[in-house]
């Protein structure tokens, strides 16, 4: 063998120094990789354990009567009852009313305070934070302070009346009041993430839409109806399904206000109504039940959520 051919001690060098190069890369590859699944394992559990248990779980406990301790198959006899419950009817229509009169004031309002923001050219960021200001409040002093001022003696609401010549209102007394009045309130504490969502939305269409609106001669209505709404029509549409999700699970602002029931149980919602059954009236299998059927319910909304927001990917 002639000395060109053999490997010379500069050839050998970079094989040599590239195999614990290589073997660097894959261990700091590894380490990547199990922190990714360590982080990922830690979210799954915490979803297992926080989230899917408990919804298998109440299916289970649908499905049974526990009575001092003991625990057995009770098979459909714990939704017959709730169905034949009166209260579980009342709850239903309590809840499609806040859920309608909510999309009226909590899904339109909204849309139109961030309209209005979008066409301010100064201090917008003054103007979200006030707007957003109800949102970081803690929700129970939010409800309280609605609760002063629905006082019917001495509440902020009343004495604006008085001053108008109005007559004074039995706002949380009233079976004609006590819905809107939570409705207000849940209104005024949850609008403004949805107004900072439109504003993104409506801050996203192009100007040159709004100045062909303009040559064509539209006004600001017409551009609303015919630029506005059309571009944001997707992200409209799943807030929509978002706040029917979130409406039909109220507690907090009627439990507070009305302490949960109301006046001849006019603020009943089915939330409210499956705490009664679990802690009022120890019967699981019932709250179980019922929140099953509202399971069931969301689900629906919740299918159609996701359809939407893969168009809105695609």
């Known amino acids: 063998m002639s000395a060109s051919t053999l490997p010379t001690r500069e050839a050998t ?31 799954v559990l915490c979803f297992a354990f926080f989230s899917w248990y408990p919804m298998v779980r109440e299916f289970v406990l649908a499905f049974q009567k526990t009575k001092d301790g003991r625990t057995t198959w009770a098979g459909w006899s714990n939704l017959s009852y709730v169905f034949h419950d009166p209260a579980f009817w009342q709850a239903w229509r309590n809840t499609l009313l806040f859920t309608g009169l909510a999309l009226v004031l909590g899904f339109v309002l909204p849309f139109l305070v961030a309209v209005l923001l979008n066409e301010f050219r100064h201090g917008q960021g003054y103007l979200r934070l006030l707007v957003y200001l109800p949102v970081m409040l803690p929700p129970v002093a939010s409800v309280l302070l609605f609760k002063y001022f629905y006082d019917p003696g001495y509440g902020l609401f009343n004495r604006i009346f008085e001053l108008l010549g109005l007559p004074a209102q039995q706002w949380l007394q009233s079976t004609d009041t006590a819905m809107i009045s939570v409705v207000i309130a849940a209104t005024w504490m949850n609008m403004g993430s949805a107004t900072l969502v439109y504003l993104a939305a409506l801050q996203g269409i192009p100007g040159e839409l709004y100045e062909a609106a303009e040559l064509d001669g539209a006004g600001l209505l017409r551009k609303i109806w015919h630029v506005t ?3 944001t029509r997707l992200v409209l549409s799943l807030m929509f399904l978002m706040q029917i999700i979130a409406t039909m699970q109220v507690f907090t602002e009627p439990f507070l206000l009305t302490n949960g029931a109301g006046p001849e149980g006019s603020t009943t919602t089915v939330v409210y109504l499956i705490y009664q059954y679990a802690f009022n009236f120890n019967n699981y299998g019932g709250a179980a039940a019922l929140g099953l059927c509202l399971l069931v319910l969301l689900a629906g909304f919740s299918a159609a959520y996701v359809r939407l927001s893969r168009d809105s990917d695609d």
């Open 13 to 43: 060098r970079p094989h040599q120094g590239a195999e614990p190069l290589r073997q660097r890369g894959r261990a700091r590859a590894l380490r990547r990789n199990l922190t990714a699944h360590g982080f990922l394992i830690g979210a």
């Open 229 to 231: 709404v059309p571009q």
